[in-house]
C-alpha cells in the first residue's frame, strides 16, 4: 500500500514540527535562566574606581550588587566595573569581629600557642571550563583541608593554610588539564602590601611525572614569582618536626598593639626563651618590606572593615599576558560570562566553599 501525503500536509507538518522544536527549546532556554547561578554584571566605565582608603569611591554607585548565599557563611554581595584595561571586583560581607593578624603566637602555661586564623575571601575562575563540576558546584568540587606541620609542644600542630586539591586520573588528559585561577585575599597581608595573592589551581607536576603515583594531585600554586616572597613566618624550625616556637620577638618597645605588622627590621632572634610570661604576644607574620613580584602581584586589592562589616575590592588586568591566568574579552556585541566561585572565613572559622556564579560583561564600547 503506498500512502500519498499532499504539499499542503507537508507543510502543516512541517510548521508543527518546528512549533514543537521552537516550544522546547523556549522551555530550555527559561529552565536554564531560572536555575543559572546568581549573575554578577560588570558595568563599563570610562575610568575605573579607587581601590583603598577610609571610604569606596563613587563610581561603585554604577554597578548592580548581587548576592552570592555560602552555606554556613554570610551572603557576599558583588559588585562588578571594567575599563578598557581593568576588571574591578568589590565585595561586601557580614563579620562580627575584625580578625585581620592572623595567627598570633600567644604564650601560656610554659608553651607557645597560635591563634586564629586571619579573615580572608578567595575567588576562583574556571579557565575554559575545564573544572570539572565547577559551573554547577562552584569551588564544592574541591576538597579543602587544613594543611598543618606536626608539632611536639601542648599545642599539637601548627597550621600552615589550608590545600585545595581535586584527585585526578593520570590517564585523563581531561582531568589532567583542570586549571583555575585563584585569587588569594588574606586581608591582613593583603592590606599591608595593597595586593591579594595571584595562585593557580593545576596539576601537580611531580606526582604526575613520577611512574609510582597512579593518581595525581590538582593543587593551588602562588603564580610565577620574580624575586623574594615579602612575608617570612615566624616560627623557629619551620621545616622540622617540632616549628611550635616562635623564632623572632620585638625590639624593646614593640607590642602585638602598637606593632601588629613588624617589619624583619622591627624583630630581633630569642636568644632565651625562659623570659616570656604568661600572655606574651609575638607575631606569626613579619613583613620584608616588598611586594609580590612577578605574575603572582598581579592583583591590586584592598579590604575595609567597618561597623561589623567588610569591603572588599580588587583590581586586574583583564589581560595580564600572563599563562596562569584567566582572560577575560568583552565583546562589543554582546554580554560574555564566565564561571567563578567564592570561599570566605570569617570570625577565626574554617574557610567555607562557595557555590558557583557567573561574572557577566556587558557589551564593551565599540
Given at each position: 500500500m503506498v500512502f500519498t501525503v499532499s504539499r499542503r500536509a507537508w507543510v502543516i507538518a512541517t510548521i508543527i514540527l518546528?512549533?514543537?522544536?521552537?516550544?522546547?527549546?523556549?522551555?530550555?532556554?527559561?529552565?536554564w535562566f531560572l536555575s543559572r547561578p546568581p549573575t554578577v554584571v560588570?558595568?563599563?566605565?570610562?575610568?575605573?574606581?579607587?581601590?583603598?582608603?577610609?571610604?569606596?569611591?563613587p563610581l561603585w554607585n554604577k554597578a548592580t550588587p548581587q548576592a552570592v548565599k555560602i552555606e554556613s557563611a554570610p551572603d557576599v554581595v558583588f559588585q562588578a566595573l571594567y575599563t578598557k584595561e581593568?576588571?574591578?571586583?568589590?565585595?561586601?560581607?557580614?563579620?562580627?569581629?575584625?580578625?585581620?593578624?592572623?595567627?598570633?603566637?600567644?604564650?601560656?602555661?610554659?608553651?607557645?600557642?597560635?591563634?586564629?586564623?586571619?579573615?580572608?575571601?578567595?575567588?576562583?575562575?574556571?579557565?575554559?571550563?575545564?573544572?570539572?563540576?565547577?559551573?554547577e558546584r562552584g569551588s564544592k568540587v574541591i576538597t579543602l583541608e587544613p594543611k598543618t606541620k606536626r608539632d611536639v609542644s601542648p599545642g599539637g600542630s601548627l597550621?600552615?593554610?589550608w590545600s585545595f586539591y581535586i584527585n585526578a586520573d593520570k590517564k585523563d588528559k581531561t582531568s589532567l588539564a583542570q586549571r583555575a585561577d585563584v585569587w588569594f585575599m588574606g586581608v591582613g597581608v593583603s592590606n599591608k602590601l595593597g595586593q591579594a595573592v595571584d595562585e593557580v589551581f593545576q596539576i601537580n607536576p611531580m606526582r604526575s611525572r613520577s611512574p609510582y603515583v597512579l593518581s595525581t594531585l590538582i593543587?593551588?600554586?602562588?603564580?610565577?614569582?620574580?624575586?623574594?616572597?615579602?612575608?617570612?613566618?615566624?616560627?623557629?624550625?619551620?621545616h622540622k618536626l617540632a616549628p611550635g616556637q616562635p623564632r623572632d620577638m620585638y625590639r624593646i618597645g614593640g607590642t602585638i598593639e602598637t606593632l601588629p605588622y613588624p617589619k624583619v627590621t622591627d624583630m630581633i632572634p630569642?636568644?632565651?626563651?625562659a623570659g616570656f610570661k604568661n600572655g606574651d604576644n609575638l607575631p606569626f607574620i613579619i613583613f620584608k618590606g616588598e611586594s609580590w613580584r612577578g605574575s603572582v602581584g598581579d592583583i591590586e586589592a584592598h579590604a575595609r572593615w567597618e561597623k561589623g562589616r567588610w569591603t572588599v575590592?580588587?583590581?586586574?588586568?583583564?589581560?595580564?599576558?600572563?599563562?596562569?591566568?584567566?582572560?577575560?574579552?568583552?565583546?562589543?556585541?554582546?554580554?560574555?560570562?564566565?564561571?567563578?566561585s567564592p570561599l570566605v572565613r570569617t570570625d577565626g572559622q574554617r574557610v567555607r566553599q562557595g557555590p558557583s556564579a557567573i561574572l557577566e560583561f556587558e557589551p564593551a564600547p565599540r
Open positions: 518546528g512549533a514543537i522544536v521552537a516550544v522546547g527549546v523556549a522551555a530550555y532556554t527559561i529552565q560588570a558595568r563599563y566605565v570610562s575610568k575605573g574606581p579607587s581601590i583603598g582608603g577610609s571610604k569606596s569611591d581593568k576588571v574591578f571586583i568589590r565585595a561586601v560581607y557580614e563579620d562580627a569581629t575584625k580578625d585581620d593578624v592572623s595567627q598570633i603566637w600567644t604564650y601560656g602555661n610554659g608553651a607557645w600557642t597560635n591563634g586564629r586564623a586571619g579573615d580572608l575571601l578567595v575567588l576562583m575562575f574556571n579557565i575554559n571550563d575545564s573544572v570539572k563540576g565547577f559551573d597550621q600552615l593554610g593543587e593551588v600554586y602562588p603564580d610565577a614569582l620574580t624575586g623574594s616572597w615579602p612575608v617570612t613566618i615566624n616560627a623557629r624550625d619551620i630569642i636568644t632565651d626563651y575590592e580588587m583590581a586586574r588586568k583583564l589581560d595580564t599576558r600572563h599563562g596562569d591566568d584567566i582572560v577575560f574579552k568583552p565583546d562589543p556585541s554582546g554580554t560574555v560570562w564566565y564561571y567563578f
